[in-house]
């Protein structure tokens, strides 16, 4: 993991000995929305059963913001995931566009009769840059507050925990599209410090605005010590509309 985030930094920092700084927005913005529905089948170890995941989700990009809403349920568990970028610096370089900015975000869950939890993200630093060849390389660090309520001891417990997200993908002139992420959660889970997703996945862009998606997440435990191992596999299906 090291090597990549030097790897990472390097690239960027190289492309910005030809970047020329940009003030958001400019009048090459343009506003991108998209809606999107997934459809997931998970194979778990852990507490969590097999489950059939559903989500809907909305994405609004117009520079310097970018706003995600999105909620997944199944019979037992409902998450809700609002996730905002705000960009404060831009550069455009000869092989591609750097953004630096931060990020706010608030996840809920709740857990049928058992518990619900909120988890805000606090102060984390965004980089994003996408080569105009359409490879892209994403690095998302930051904190952020969990606060869970079990019902059952009638006592809200917080704690701290840290956010750290790499993204890599490319898509090609012929609409395929590759990716690769891994960080310490996911889109619509936020598990306290220990437990990593690895989430590769490819996806297919047709000329009409469409997209489909596939992807696996997969979710390991107890990271950071000896005994880590894989906690459960998540196939996702998803389908995507951009206007």
Known sequence: MKKILLMVLALCMSSLAFAQFHIIPNKNDQIT??????YSRSANKGLERNQHFFSVAYNF???PFDVFLGIQFTDEVTDFTFDSDWWLAQFDGHYGRMRLGFDFGYH????NNISCEHDITLVPAELHYRT???FWVGLRTGMFRKMSDVYLLQKMMNNWNILLVLSLGKQFANGLEISLEGGTHSRYRYPVFGTAFF???????????FRLGAEVEIVM????????YMDSLVFRFSGRVSF
């Open 199 to 209: 989430t590769p996945g490819i996806a297919y862009h047709f000329s009409s605005g």
């Open 33 to 38: 929305q998209w809606v999107e529905a997934s």
């Open 61 to 63: 990009d117009y520079n």
């Open 221 to 228: 435990r107890d990271w950071i010590a000896v005994s880590y």
């Open 108 to 111: 809920a869950q709740w857990y």
């Open 132 to 134: 105009w060849s359409g």
